[in-house]
């Protein structure tokens, strides 16, 4: 499954092993998810990085990029880039952006202004509790006698 996941997602599933979206760095190491990135959203992880509430050395940014660089699809988008709904959060736009170009299956969030747009946008903008439901379901269905791995 090909998804763009925000910013706040990427960063919490880099950063909090015990947190609710932890689970997302096995999935897209083990294959179940292929993240998509774009020179702005991958410039915008680099800028969070560094932020000093992380307290992260070079080091540590380097370590957590190679846990997730290396398993996503580069993007390139049109120029101009795909024409997308007006996002109340002008921030989010790259996001939008990313999941047409890329032809995502999903995007990933957990920010209402980008949730207020699933209803129209071509994309399913899910929640990360949505989005391994559907990873869940789609599991039982390739694999019958498979319980929850996720």
Known sequence: MRVVLDTNV????????????????????????????????????????????????????DDLLADVLPFCETVTLDDPPANVPSCRDPHDTKFLELALAGGADALVTGDADLLALAPAFAVPIVTPAQLKERLRAARRRDSPGCADGI
């Open 10 to 61: 990427l960063v919490s599933a880099l950063l909090f092993s015990r947190g609710q979206v932890s689970w997302l760095r096995p999935a897209w190491q083990d294959g179940g998810l292929r993240p998509l990135v774009s020179k702005a959203t991958a410039t915008e992880l680099l800028r969070v990085l560094q932020y000093p509430k992380f307290r992260l050395t070079t080091a540590e940014r």
